[in-house]
């Protein structure tokens, strides 16, 4: 339906703030909800230069032989042997699943004349290097020196493939070159205890699109760090998502994670009197649920409660398990964190959206963007196989990708945005860009630890 959209007043609107939402849930809502990250990160300007100069993007990759970053699924490599490619700037690694059952990970490079060992993943017994024949095991370690009388530097007890921090969270694999880092527990504090209780060793990947976009990397995954835009961007949305009630959390001393709330099935404080909880959960169900026949709630009923019932009916079919005293809030709302540096996970038991942010062939200007869904099997059946990545051209739109559902509507509205952000501060005469205090923290709170890893290895 159609809104009446006056100009946004100065002043705050009279909302729900998101623990309001919580007090109301007929459930005890998880304690994770109700951690408040309350963190002033101020109001200076963020300087235009860093999207904008290759100078910057110079500086600034250098973070990544020195952070945690999402390499893959576990479900990539299931048997030993199997092996993903990850690419990001200038590097290029190996991701290996061993016979022991561990994951390793590699450079992608031979060390004779450093020809990339592989060029797309799959599964190998060696890794042997097409150009010359050096091969090594998949535990790193050389087998086999072609023309060995002729190497007599080569020590092979060390002419070994330099190995890689690896971790693993919620069925994803992390990497981290640097070489002595942070555990990665410790890096994703606090999602690694927030998660715990939704099954994600019952988890897939089950939907995965991609596109290579026009505009800097920064500037594609902040468009996806506020939901302030919602009001401009996505206006069919305002009937059914509370974007004005959203909550920032940004915790002191954790700088690699923060965390935004929404909640869902009730409407934005801009239209709540121009809808019924009626219009709400028809606006729901037809984004969420396109062949469903239409609801009528019944008097005790709300979009949201009525939304939470349903979602809990699926969530049991998918898990093989009841979850009777699970809250609304976490089966309905959008909760979602922002994993420094190029990674967001949505929370809850799912389907569980993501999204990842690349560097292309190392430019500046242009940036691979990654989304899909999580999904869960039961526990009884075994992982499915992931889902292979849907590679979209510039001119195919997010929702020609049926299995992203409504999502891919709402990301083509996005996307039309970035290109011309990009195009902007290029012939803005205006030094900074300037972030709301609350809305836009976190974008902020992302800058600040940018700036604390490029001011570490500036000269390294």
Same mark, same amino acid.
């Given at each position: 339906?159609?809104?009446?959209?006056?100009?946004?007043?100065?002043?705050?609107?009279?909302?729900?703030?998101?623990?309001?939402?919580?007090?109301?849930?007929?459930?005890?809502?998880?304690?994770?909800?109700?951690?408040?990250?309350?963190?002033?990160?101020?109001?200076?300007?963020?300087?235009?230069?860093?999207?904008?100069?290759?100078?910057?993007?110079?500086?600034?990759?250098?973070?990544?032989?020195?952070?945690?970053?999402?390499?893959?699924?576990?479900?990539?490599?299931?048997?030993?042997?199997?092996?993903?490619?990850?690419?990001?700037?200038?590097?290029?690694?190996?991701?290996?699943?061993?016979?022991?059952?561990?994951?390793?990970?590699?450079?992608?490079?031979?060390?004779?004349?450093?020809?990339?060992?592989?060029?797309?993943?799959?599964?190998?017994?060696?890794?042997?290097?097409?150009?010359?024949?050096?091969?090594?095991?998949?535990?790193?370690?050389?087998?086999?020196?072609?023309?060995?009388?002729?190497?007599?530097?080569?020590?092979?007890?060390?002419?070994?493939?330099?190995?890689?921090?690896?971790?693993?969270?919620?069925?994803?694999?992390?990497?981290?070159?640097?070489?002595?880092?942070?555990?990665?527990?410790?890096?994703?504090?606090?999602?690694?205890?927030?998660?715990?209780?939704?099954?994600?060793?019952?988890?897939?990947?089950?939907?995965?699109?991609?596109?290579?976009?026009?505009?800097?990397?920064?500037?594609?995954?902040?468009?996806?760090?506020?939901?302030?835009?919602?009001?401009?961007?996505?206006?069919?949305?305002?009937?059914?998502?509370?974007?004005?009630?959203?909550?920032?959390?940004?915790?002191?001393?954790?700088?690699?994670?923060?965390?935004?709330?929404?909640?869902?099935?009730?409407?934005?404080?801009?239209?709540?009197?121009?809808?019924?909880?009626?219009?709400?959960?028809?606006?729901?169900?037809?984004?969420?649920?396109?062949?469903?026949?239409?609801?009528?709630?019944?008097?005790?009923?709300?979009?949201?409660?009525?939304? @939470?019932?349903? &979602?809990?009916?699926? %969530?049991? =079919?998918?898990?093989?398990? !009841?979850?009777?005293?699970?809250?609304?809030?976490? +089966?309905?709302?959008?909760?979602?964190?922002?994993?420094?540096?190029?990674?967001?996970?949505?929370?809850?038991?799912?389907?569980?959206?993501?999204?990842?942010?690349?560097?292309?062939?190392?430019?500046?200007?242009?940036?691979?963007?990654?989304?899909?869904?999580?999904?869960?099997?039961?526990?009884?059946?075994?992982?499915?196989?992931?889902?292979?990545?849907?590679?979209?051209?510039?001119?195919?739109?997010?929702?020609?990708?049926?299995?992203?559902?409504?999502?891919?509507?709402?990301?083509?509205?996005?996307?039309?945005?970035?290109?011309?952000?990009?195009?902007?501060?290029? @012939?803005?005469? &205006?030094?900074?860009? %300037?972030? =709301?205090?609350?809305?836009? !923290?976190?974008?902020?709170?992302?800058?600040?630890? +940018?700036?604390?890893?490029?001011?570490?290895?500036?000269?390294?």
């Amino acid at each position: 339906m159609g809104y009446d959209l006056q100009k946004v007043p100065a002043q705050a609107l009279p909302h729900t703030t998101y623990q309001e939402y919580l007090d109301k849930d007929r459930h005890e809502p998880a304690r994770s909800l109700r951690e408040v990250g309350n963190t002033d990160l101020g109001t200076e300007d963020v300087d235009k230069r860093r999207y904008i100069d290759r100078d910057w993007y110079d500086q600034e990759k250098k973070i990544w032989d020195h952070v945690w970053q999402v390499a893959c699924r576990e479900e990539h490599i299931p048997e030993a042997g199997d092996f993903h490619v990850y690419d990001i700037g200038t590097r290029s690694y190996l991701v290996v699943r061993q016979d022991d059952g561990g994951i390793k990970a590699y450079p992608n490079a031979c060390l004779h004349r450093g020809r990339k060992l592989r060029l797309e993943s799959g599964h190998v017994e060696k890794f042997r290097c097409p150009f010359h024949g050096f091969t090594w095991n998949l535990d790193g370690e050389i087998a086999h020196v072609p023309c060995e009388w002729d190497f007599p530097q080569v020590q092979k007890d060390e002419f070994h493939l330099p190995e890689i921090h690896v971790g693993t969270f919620a069925g994803w694999v992390f990497i981290n070159p640097d070489p002595d880092p942070m555990s990665l527990e410790q890096f994703l504090d606090p999602i690694w205890r927030h998660y715990e209780p939704y099954a994600w060793d019952q988890s897939y990947l089950g939907v995965h699109a991609g596109k290579v976009l026009r505009g800097n990397w920064k500037i594609i995954q902040e468009a996806f760090m506020e939901a302030f835009h919602s009001l401009d961007t996505h206006p069919q949305i305002l009937g059914s998502v509370d974007d004005f009630g959203c909550q920032y959390d940004v915790w002191e001393g954790k700088p690699h994670v923060n965390r935004m709330m929404a909640a869902f099935a009730v409407p934005s404080s801009y239209v709540v009197d121009q809808v019924s909880e009626q219009d709400v959960l028809d606006e729901w169900m037809g984004r969420k649920w396109d062949d469903a026949e239409k609801i009528i709630l019944q008097d005790h009923e709300t979009a949201r409660t009525k939304t @939470a019932d349903l &979602k809990r009916e699926q %969530t049991e =079919a998918q898990l093989g398990y !009841k979850v009777p005293e699970l809250s609304d809030a976490e +089966l309905v709302d959008g909760w979602y964190y922002v994993v420094f540096p190029n990674f967001m996970l949505w929370g809850g038991f799912g389907p569980n959206m993501w999204y990842r942010f690349r560097p292309w062939n190392d430019s500046h200007e242009e940036t691979l963007m990654e989304v899909g869904y999580i999904m869960r099997h039961p526990k009884d059946q075994p992982k499915p196989a992931p889902m292979p990545m849907i590679m979209l051209d510039i001119n195919t739109k997010w929702d020609s990708v049926e299995a992203l559902g409504g999502l891919g509507f709402v990301l083509d509205q996005d996307t039309t945005n970035m290109a011309a952000v990009h195009d902007g501060l290029k @012939a803005s005469f &205006k030094p900074g860009v %300037t972030l =709301a205090s609350y809305q836009e !923290k976190r974008i902020r709170h992302f800058h600040q630890t +940018l700036d604390m890893y490029v001011e570490r290895f500036a000269n390294g």
